[in-house]
């Protein structure tokens, strides 16, 4: 399985500490929060993890590379040495592609279709702005679940207030499992209004995509906010196969703004600080 990330967003909501630091730099923990969304993929199974970028983020690129000066730096510093390796580790497992516009979700995601659209499996979808707490990650569950679907493309879900649905995709479904978490997706739509909206099942920051979905987005027409969304495409999917869609158990912190930034640091943080 191989993985997409992306982060090209330029951290509007963020500012101005995003002025200078791209926001998936900002630090959870000890670490920048993307690294945690790395490592989420990597555990989830992916052997390779594409971030969509935009060249002035250079500092992304900087971060997951090899250093010379630091592994002279921390030649005695042994745990500080354990942590350069292991991001060393992570970026090996990295490749980088731009994007040049900021033209939606959809089309970030098409960036990468030179390197994914050939893959046989689904590819691993995870927005750079959202960290999810719980294990096995949303990721590894929604893996397991394509798994037992015959390789079916699975959408993370959470239920949210029906006073927020505009704020989301919005599925429909129907239960496909006891567990009262797993739906056949039988349609999908942005950001749709209060009255318009088929439930208050929200797509929430993870996705696993069949490879199609490149395909599909190469002919998207702009949607919501002239943008080209993702969302129209996995409606379209819906057409072509079959598509689940995953309740997560676990909690997804929007850290693309300082409220939901602050609230991930108090889950998330403890993790890594003694
Ligand atoms: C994006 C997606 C939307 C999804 C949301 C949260 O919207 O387009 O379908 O529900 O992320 O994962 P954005 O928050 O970028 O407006």
Redesign the pocket.
């Known amino acids: 399985m191989k993985a997409l990330i992306p982060a090209a967003g330029y951290g509007t909501r963020f500012f101005p500490a995003t002025k200078c630091v791209p926001k998936e730099l900002l630090p959870v923990g000890n670490k920048p929060a993307i690294q945690w969304i790395v490592e989420e993929a990597i555990e989830a199974g992916a052997e390779e993890v594409v971030i969509v970028t935009s060249p002035e983020k250079q500092i992304l690129r900087d971060y997951f590379s090899e250093s010379s000066l630091w592994h002279t730096r921390l030649a005695k510093k042994e745990e500080a040495m354990r942590e350069l390796t292991r991001v060393e580790e992570l970026s090996r497992k990295i490749r980088f592609v731009d994007q040049l516009e900021q033209r939606g979700?959809g089309h970030a995601v098409l960036q990468a279709a030179s390197l994914l659209r050939d893959e046989k499996d689904p590819v691993l979808i995870l927005?750079g702005d959202?960290l999810v707490g719980g294990h096995p990650s949303a990721s590894a569950e929604m893996a397991a679940l394509s798994l037992r679907c015959a390789n079916a493309s699975v959408v993370g879900l959470e239920l949210v207030p029906e006073e927020k649905v505009s704020r989301?995709?919005i599925i429909a479904g129907v239960p496909s499992a006891e567990d009262g978490r797993t739906f056949g997706i039988t349609d999908i739509v942005?950001k749709p209004k209060r009255e318009e909206a088929p439930s208050n099942l929200?797509?929430?920051?993870r996705y696993l995509l069949s490879p199609r979905i490149f395909e599909l987005l190469e002919t998207q027409r702009p949607g919501v906010g002239g943008e080209i969304?993702?969302?129209d495409a996995i409606q379209k999917l819906l057409g072509l196969e079959p598509v689940y869609g995953y309740l997560y158990p676990g909690k997804r912190f929007d850290i693309g703004n300082p409220e939901g930034y602050l609230i991930c640091l108090q889950e998330f943080a403890p993790r890594t600080v003694q």
């Open positions: 979700l927005l959202a989301y995709g942005e929200a797509v929430a920051g969304q993702l969302t």
